[in-house]
C-alpha cells in the first residue's frame, strides 16, 4: 500500500511537458501546473503575453511577459521539498524491508539497490538499458524519464501515442483498441522526439523573426532621432530667422 502511494505521488509531481518532477511550479489561470522553464520555452514559442495550456489550451495572460510572475504552486512545491529529503528505496525487491536505490533504469522505470542492478544486468532483455546513479538525479545533472501508467492496465506503462486519436496509450489498448481499427501510432519516445524537434524548429523561426524585428525597431530608432535632430535644427534656425525679422 506504502509502495503504491509513493508511485502515485512520484507521478503526481511530474510535469506534462518534460515528464520529469517539477521545478519551480507555476499555476495557470486553468489551475494546471507546469515547470517555470517549461511554461517559458512555451511562451518564447508563442511570442506574446499569452500561454495556451498544452493539456485543456485555455489561455494565461502573463503579467509582463514574465513566467516567474505567476502564482507558485506552493502546496506542490512543498510535496516535492519533502521528497527530496527523503531517500529513494528499490521498486524491484520483493521484501518488506527494501534498501536504499544506488540507480534507476530509465527504461525500466524502476529504482534498483545493488543487488538488484547486478540481476537486472543479467538479463538478456535489460542489455543496453538507460542505467543512472542516483547521485547524478539527485545533482539535477540527468533528469527521469518517468511514464505514467495506464488507466485500464494499472502495471502497464503509456508507452505509445495514437496520432488518430491524440492521447498516450499502453502497448496492450494500442494493440486491442487502436490497431484494430486503422489508427496511427508510434513509440512514446519517437512521438516526444518529434515533439521536441518541432519545439526546436518553432523556436528557431522565432528567434529569426525576433531579429527581424529587432533591425526594424533599430531602423525606426535611428530615424526617430535623425528626425529629432532635424526637428531641433529646424527650430533653431526659424528662432534666428525671427530674430533676424524682429531686428530688421
Known amino acids: 500500500m506504502a509502495e503504491a502511494l509513493k508511485i502515485v505521488t512520484s507521478q503526481s509531481t ?17 489551475s494546471h501546473t507546469f515547470c517555470n ?49 527523503q531517500p529513494q528505496i528499490c521498486t524491484n525487491c520483493k521484501s518488506d524491508d527494501k534498501p536504499h536505490a544506488d540507480v534507476y533504469c530509465q527504461d525500466c522505470g524502476k529504482y534498483l539497490c545493488t543487488s538488484c542492478l547486478n540481476k537486472h544486468y543479467q538479463l538478456e532483455g535489460s542489455i543496453g538499458h538507460d542505467v543512472i546513479a542516483m547521485s547524478e538525479i539527485s545533482s539535477g545533472k540527468v533528469p527521469v524519464r518517468r511514464y ?9 506503462d503509456e508507452d505509445c501515442f495514437c496520432s488518430t486519436c491524440r492521447r498516450f496509450t499502453c502497448f496492450r489498448c494500442n494493440v486491442m483498441e487502436h490497431t484494430r481499427k486503422g489508427h496511427t501510432v508510434i513509440e512514446r519516445a519517437a512521438y516526444e522526439d518529434k515533439h521536441m524537434k518541432n519545439i526546436g524548429d518553432l523556436k528557431s523561426k522565432v528567434e529569426k523573426k525576433r531579429s527581424c ?25 526659424i528662432k534666428k530667422h525671427t530674430m533676424k525679422q524682429s531686428g530688421s
Open 213 to 237: 524585428f529587432q533591425k526594424y525597431i533599430d531602423f525606426i530608432d535611428e530615424e526617430w532621432k535623425n528626425a529629432d535632430i532635424a526637428k531641433k535644427r529646424c527650430t533653431k534656425d
Open 37 to 85: 522553464a517549461c511554461l517559458d520555452n512555451l511562451l518564447e514559442c508563442r511570442g506574446n503575453s499569452q500561454i495556451r495550456c498544452p493539456v485543456c489550451r485555455a489561455v494565461t495572460q502573463v503579467p509582463h511577459q514574465d513566467v516567474g510572475k505567476l502564482q507558485v504552486n506552493l502546496a506542490l512545491k512543498s510535496l516535492i521539498d519533502d521528497m527530496k529529503g
Open 148 to 156: 505514467r501508467k495506464c488507466s485500464t492496465h494499472k502495471k502497464k
Open 14 to 30: 511530474e510535469c506534462p511537458v518534460c515528464l520529469s518532477t517539477f521545478t519551480d511550479p507555476k499555476i495557470l489561470s486553468c
